[in-house]
């Protein structure tokens, strides 16, 4: 019994323990280290790939965009070049329409005077090639055949109204002022010459901006207005007074059927109504008499 007491007595517990109790600590701080080191590598490594992710990232949005960018700009050039080759297709058809309804016009002309046999022939001759050239050019470039269907849509009440009788006596039940706003000096011709077969005498306007000095000055009842001219054309001319007059007359397009979305243009500038060349009397007439029928213009 006496040698356990001594045994205990000099038995040292911090020299046996605390050394182990170090060592685990030192392994423990050595495996939170080394776990440490790992993760902090581990979030290293990954920053650095979602890094070059997002530049991949903004790389591809760039190319993205510019390949947007790039698109946009073909359509529109498409579409400029597409529109640039119908204007140039829609001025030479309307070259062509304005030439050839002068001749037709002036052929119409011709035939109501005193022409022997061979000269009868010869002019109808030329009407003949000339309508079939128009039928060709406007086979060929017009295009417009749902605008024209708009615009036929007003002339449904004008079958129920009574034909238009061709006498210099029109005028006398239709009495209606007129304004022509026309730049070529045949087609000018060609419309005094139809006109006074129906009676009337009618101003002349050479172009859009005259027109509208006109139509200041005086109250025009009908205005016949062709679609080209020079300063300031038809649809122009329409639009400003539409906006400036408080008397407003009926605005009827003079038009070659030749430039694309012309009949389009006459109901958005605020047109009437509509009558293609080469002008046909019987046509000219019968818009009158719808016409004064609406403005109450009828004795």
């Known amino acids: 019994m006496t040698k356990c007491y001594y045994v205990l007595g000099n038995f040292n517990f911090f020299s046996v323990f605390i050394p182990g109790i170090l060592i685990d600590i030192i392994v423990f701080c050595v495996i939170i280290a080394a776990i440490v080191i790992f993760y902090s590598q581990r979030i ?8 070059e992710a997002e530049a991949k990232k903004n790389e591809l949005q760039e190319l993205f965009a510019n390949a947007e960018q790039l698109n946009k700009n073909l359509v529109q050039e498409h579409i400029l070049d597409k529109e640039n080759n119908e204007m140039l297709i829609a001025k030479m058809s309307y070259e062509i329409h304005n030439c050839v309804n002068g001749i037709i016009g002036m052929a119409n002309v011709l035939k109501d005077t005193n022409l022997n046999a061979e000269q009868a022939k010869a002019n109808a ?7 079939k050239l128009l039928e060709s050019a406007h086979g060929s470039f017009n295009t417009e055949a749902e605008a024209a269907n708009k615009l036929n849509e007003t002339k449904t009440n004008s079958d ?6 061709i006498t210099a006596a029109f005028c006398k039940k239709y009495p209606l002022s007129i304004l022509v706003a026309e730049d070529d000096a045949i087609n000018q011709q060609l419309a005094k ?3 006074s077969k129906l009676g009337y005498t009618a101003d002349i306007a050479s172009n859009g901006k005259e027109a509208l000095e006109m139509v200041s000055e005086r109250n025009y009842d009908v205005i016949l207005m062709d679609v080209l001219m020079p300063e300031m054309d038809g649809f122009e001319a329409t639009k400003m007074i539409r906006l ?3 008397i407003q007359p009926t605005i009827i397009a003079v038009t070659a059927s030749a430039m694309s979305g012309d009949k389009d243009k006459c109901l958005e500038a605020g047109m009437d109504d509509y009558i293609c060349k080469p002008i046909v009397i019987d046509e000219l007439a019968q818009l009158f008499v719808k016409w ?3 403005k109450k ?3």
């Open 44 to 51: 290293k490594k990954l920053k650095h790939e979602l890094s």
């Open 193 to 195: 010459k139809w006109l």
């Open 160 to 165: 129920k109204l009574e034909k238009a009788e």
């Open 297 to 299: 213009i009828v004795v």
């Open 244 to 246: 400036c007059l408080d």
């Open 292 to 294: 004064s029928h609406e």
């Open 125 to 131: 001759v030329i009407i003949s090639r000339s309508k």
